[in-house]
């Protein structure tokens, strides 16, 4: 059995945490789940140009895809946090850095590591 490099397994990794984010808040249909397949391979190439940035892989991945849904679907993650104003929905932080979390922005609070929401 032959192992993956390092380049693929953080793909992997970053591609099946968004995706455990997905499935947590119920929406990891089949269009959705083609937005993260786009994304890992952006950043595929992205990673290739700039190997230092594999461990920020799953953030990158996280926005993309959250950019992605915006564009088509709407705002995601929603903040499960706070219950009065307008929905909004969470940050991952750092933007580019390692062990990323989505972040309320309003209230400064961290919900999850992202891949961990529920």
Known sequence: MST???LEQALHAARAL???????????????????????T???WWVEQ???????LAGLVAQDVQD?????????PLCPVCDSGDP???DVEPELGPDPHWVCGKA???VAPVGGLT
């Open 108 to 110: 400064g609070v961290v």
């Open 88 to 90: 909004h929905a969470l």
């Open 50 to 56: 700039w190997p230092d940035g594999v461990s920020y």
């Open 68 to 76: 992605a849904l915006l564009e088509r679907y709407g705002r995601w």
């Open 18 to 40: 968004v995706l455990a984010d997905l499935m947590a808040r119920d929406v990891a249909e089949a269009e959705v789940v083609s937005l993260v397949e786009d994304a890992v």
């Open 42 to 44: 952006h950043r595929r």
């Open 4 to 6: 993956l490099d390092p």
